[in-house]
């Protein structure tokens, strides 16, 4: 029997398809989708929209005579993709796959309940894609927040972090495979090992680095709260060569009236610091953020103070999202914005936003950066990484560290000629 996955949303699951795609390899042939008689769809549920494409994308696959298992936050969150799937595997139950792969194929659906599993375990049976030089490592599942737009912490459940030494156990054997850019992954890496009574993530960073071979490690979203509690100890840990210069540190308002409306347990002020004092220890930080425009609560005056927010910081990625109510949660009871008032905002931030990148990527002009090469780009292009991971698009080869001279650049991405 021949089976597929299809992979949306984030790197966590990303991570969990590569977790899936080794313990399926086990039993079945792993095949494209066109050839597929069965198809494991891993699922987001991160936005309205991005359910109703992936239950579109279940239909279709449906009409074709395939059968479908459902995985992902999808499997928590949205009765209707259940519903119409054979089978599901919840996150927290991947190890599961090949159990509702058969089940699927009997005609006889399971979904199994919420468990607790450590996934650092799964460190041999991972069966990455050797298409680029990335290798996603997850460090825990779930989060300590209560944010009222949220679905995913539905879907995910509470902080669960895995085994410190699992995770570098894992990176250890991605290096020697050849990966040369580990991302860490999770709901929040700045709360890694609050479950566990102490926050880890510095510890684990320093761990890692001392890990034999040459690579960098991207560390993935915290939220502010966290982060600024452990700043020192971060600004230590990101020291190290391996560790690029980057953060990303969703802010999501500029307003802390709005901040706390969304239950996100941090303020402005928060985000600031973190940002301020990265900037103050090293040359070059690649800062990201999130906002979300149109939140039910948000004024014009706080989405003014949004849009100063990011003029006043110049964070180098900013993720516009435009509020959508998602069922279940508490802000899904509040009365909605019109939807032109968001996409209005979302434009006027936007434009900011391609100043911001503009201005920010300016300085570069004429400076020679070392890069690591981490994917293909168009043609003949590929997409390189500086070690504040601004993305440099060259010639080159992957895995490969080497030099080159900035030309040009845009307001999302450097070019560069290898020296």
């Not at 659906?109 to 298409?131: C, L, N, Q, T």
Request: proline fraction near 2%.
């Amino acid at each position: 029997m021949r089976v597929a996955i299809e992979t949306y949303g984030c790197t966590m699951n990303q991570a969990d398809s590569d977790i899936m795609r080794g313990l399926i390899s086990r039993y079945f042939e792993l095949s494209n989708v066109e050839e597929a008689d069965i198809v494991v769809v891993n699922s987001c549920g991160v936005v309205d929209y991005t359910e109703r494409k992936i239950i579109r994308r279940i239909r279709e696959l449906k009409a074709l005579g395939k059968k479908v298992v459902l995985a992902g936050c999808l499997t928590r969150i949205s009765d209707e993709a259940l519903t119409i799937s054979d089978s599901a595997v919840s996150p927290e139950n991947v190890a599961s796959v090949v159990d509702a792969v058969l089940s699927a194929q009997n005609g006889k659906k399971i979904f199994a309940e919420r468990r607790s599993v450590d996934k650092s375990e799964f460190y041999g049976i991972k069966r990455r894609r050797m298409e680029n030089a990335i290798a996603i490592v997850s460090i825990s599942e779930g989060c300590m927040g209560s944010c009222s737009f949220c679905a995913t912490r539905l879907a995910r459940g509470r902080l669960r972090s895995f085994s410190m030494e699992g995770i570098v156990r894992e990176v250890e054997q991605a290096v020697k495979e050849g990966f040369r850019e580990i991302q860490l992954t999770s709901q929040d890496t700045g709360a890694y090992g609050l479950d566990r009574g102490k926050a880890m993530l510095p510890d684990l960073l320093n761990r890692i680095s001392e890990i034999e071979g040459e690579f960098r490690v991207r560390v993935g979203m915290m939220n502010p709260q966290h982060a600024v509690r452990i700043l020192d100890d971060l600004i230590s840990a990101f020291s190290s060569e391996k560790i690029y210069k980057f953060i990303h540190v969703p802010v999501q308002s500029g307003d802390n009236r709005v901040l706390e409306d969304m239950r996100r347990g941090h303020t402005v002020e928060d985000y600031i610091e973190v940002v301020e004092v990265f900037r103050k220890h090293f040359d070059d930080v690649l800062v990201s953020t999130d906002i979300i425009v149109g939140y039910p609560t948000e004024t014009e005056e706080s989405f003014w103070k949004s849009y100063e927010l990011v003029r006043k910081t110049k964070p180098d990625i900013v993720n516009i999202t435009r509020f959508s109510p998602r069922k279940g949660t508490l802000a899904a009871k509040h009365r909605d914005i019109p939807g032109w008032i968001k996409k209005e905002r979302s434009r006027k931030l936007t434009e900011l936003v391609r100043e911001v990148g503009l201005e920010n990527n300016s300085r570069f002009a004429g400076r020679k950066l070392k890069v690591l090469v981490t994917r293909k780009g168009k043609g003949d292009t590929v997409l390189a990484r500086t070690d504040s991971y601004r993305a440099v698009v060259t010639e080159g080869v992957l895995g490969q560290f080497m030099e080159v001279e900035i030309v040009d650049y845009r307001f999302n991405y450097l070019v560069g000629k290898p020296n």
